[in-house]
């Protein structure tokens, strides 16, 4: 079955960085757009960076860089200069079309990072 597996979240502190990776498995990877998604407390899923199976790839924010390798099957989201407002809860999310991922994608189930001092 189709599982997405986040890792790389943690406790860190303001300025500092992180990379979160997603492992797949169950579906074929290079056919599928993958996308980071970030949860806020209290607030709804923001998409973060998208990485299309065409090789596309497109950063919403400024601090993230996202890549994927076809090989190992992983996305990966480089976060520099981390700041309070980068709390939540990061989610990997696999869809043929990345914009419909919110609705038919696969999710993974998560990571949590806090930006603290």
């Known amino acids: 079955q189709v599982q997405l597996v986040e890792s790389g979240g943690g406790l860190v502190q303001p300025g500092e960085s992180l990379r979160l990776s997603c492992a797949a498995s169950g579906f074929t990877f290079r056919e599928y757009d993958m996308s980071w998604y970030r949860q806020a407390p209290g607030k709804e899923r923001d998409l973060v960076a998208v990485?299309?199976?065409?090789g596309e790839i497109t950063n919403y924010e400024d601090s993230v860089t996202i890549s994927r390798d076809n090989v190992k099957n992983t996305v990966s989201l480089q976060i520099t200069n981390l700041k309070p407002d980068d709390t939540g809860v990061y989610y990997c999310n696999a869809a043929q079309s990345w914009n419909l991922g919110p609705l038919i994608g696969y999710w993974g189930q998560g990571t949590q990072v806090t930006v603290s001092s």
């Open positions: 990485a299309q199976k065409s």
